[in-house]
């Protein structure tokens, strides 16, 4: 069924990292969610109501809350799909961060209202009206939570959308809430004890959970976290196929929501290279990575005098202590400045984001290694991060 449907409704379905293909799987998505759910919950109240029975009735009520999940998809696709504007020149594909975030905040909200409706039952409990045709209902409605669950599930992990994942993970939450419904169903027709509040109680404390690590899920993107290990590496390995640059550092990725990803880098070039030739090799990198990887990517070329045997010999030593050195990574753009009474070694220490080291102590732990070497050598040093870590 999912084949067919994103064969039917998503024209070039498997080209995930195109934004209209993006926004077709959204409002594939949030159409099928919205009918499914709005269906399931007039089946489960009118059940709940028929039977008395509060689970079935707040779960019927849950199915409304995905019903509102699956608009809320809906909405968040189409804004994120809405042009840059002067106000929000990188566009507004971030609202579909937004939409999970919503999401999740339903699920936390449905789960309490469970709870509180489950934790009356258990106080003042009252028997569960039995019949076939309610059970046939209820176990119908859990099985096509099921399938919407890894709909969802399927659909967000094809474009990488966590909106669409919040739901997936909505709908697995619904049909584990009708399954316990179900089950304390039969088990008090069968043996008198009632279970009904106890049940709510327990599905809605699995709910809020769940509820709440997809709160944490969605805002991480919105906090700012470090960008996929796999862009980080793929980033580099086109640059240094090109056979022109021998350095990387000071990678930034910024992420603008799905599809809108901007990342700046440092590469370092021989200082010897014929640069007009050099800057068509890098302008041609920067076409090359956004086509590839759907980044736009802005190069910066630091020139490196690769025949300085002095230089060489002192960044291999300076290398040697920054990897003993506590939150330190590395070095780069190493350059010897002579002068007639000292000489300037300048570079960088690039540190880890969690680095807990004073750069004071840092610096003289540079400056002692140089002094070592020749009294007359000054460390200069500048500090970056690698928000890549």
């Known amino acids: 069924m999912y084949s067919f449907l994103i064969k039917h409704f998503v024209k070039d379905h498997n080209n995930v990292r195109s934004a209209p293909v993006r926004i077709a799987y959204g409002r594939l998505a949030g159409t099928v969610g919205l009918i499914l759910n709005l269906l399931l919950c007039a089946a489960k109240i009118a059940v709940g ?6 689970a079935a009735i707040a779960d019927g009520f849950n199915s409304l809350s995905d019903a509102a999940s699956s608009a809320i998809t809906l909405i968040g696709f189409k804004l994120a799909a809405a042009p840059g504007d002067r106000k929000h020149p990188f566009g507004h594909a971030r609202t579909e961060y937004l939409a999970g975030l919503f999401i999740s905040f339903i699920i936390v909200l449905a789960g309490l209202k469970l709870f509180a409706d489950s934790f009356l039952r258990i106080l003042h409990p009252e028997p569960i009206g039995f019949s076939y045709a309610a059970v046939a209902v209820l176990a119908g409605a859990a099985l096509v939570k099921v ?6 599930r399927r659909c967000g992990k094809a474009i990488g959308s966590g909106a669409i994942a919040a739901a997936g993970i909505d709908s697995r939450n619904d049909s584990i809430a009708t399954f316990a419904v179900l089950g304390c169903m039969l088990v008090e027709h069968f043996s008198g004890i009632m279970l009904d509040g106890y049940s709510g ?18 805002s991480d ?4 976290t470090a960008p996929d290990p796999a862009i980080v590496q793929a980033i580099k390995e086109e640059l240094c196929a090109s056979g022109t640059v021998i350095g990387i550092h000071d990678l930034t990725v910024h992420d603008y929501g799905p599809g809108k990803t901007f990342a700046t880098v440092h590469v370092e070039i021989d200082a010897h ?39 060489l010999e002192l960044k291999e030593r300076l290398v040697r202590l920054a990897g003993d050195l506590p939150g330190v990574i590395g070095i780069h753009d190493l350059r010897v400045v002579r002068g007639q009474a000292q000489t300037s070694v300048v570079f960088d220490v690039v540190l880890s984001p969690g680095c807990h080291s004073e750069k004071g102590e840092l610096c003289a732990a540079f400056e002692k290694e140089l002094k070592g070497i020749d009294a007359s050598y000054r460390a200069v040093i500048a500090f970056d991060i690698d928000y890549t870590e």
Request: charged content about 20%; hydrophobic content about 55%; glycine content about 8%.
């Open 147 to 152: 399938w919407l669950s890894l709909f969802f």
């Open 49 to 54: 109501w028929m039977a008395g029975s509060v």
């Open 273 to 311: 290279e014929d640069f007009v030739r050099v800057h068509d090799i890098i302008d041609g990198l920067e076409r090359a990575v956004g086509d590839k990887l759907g980044i736009s990517l802005v190069i910066h070329m630091d020139p490196v005098d690769t025949d300085d045997p002095l230089r």
């Open 221 to 224: 993107p919105l906090l700012g």
């Open 201 to 218: 109680a327990l599905v809605a404390a699995f709910i809020v959970v769940s509820g709440i690590r997809i709160v944490l899920d969605a």
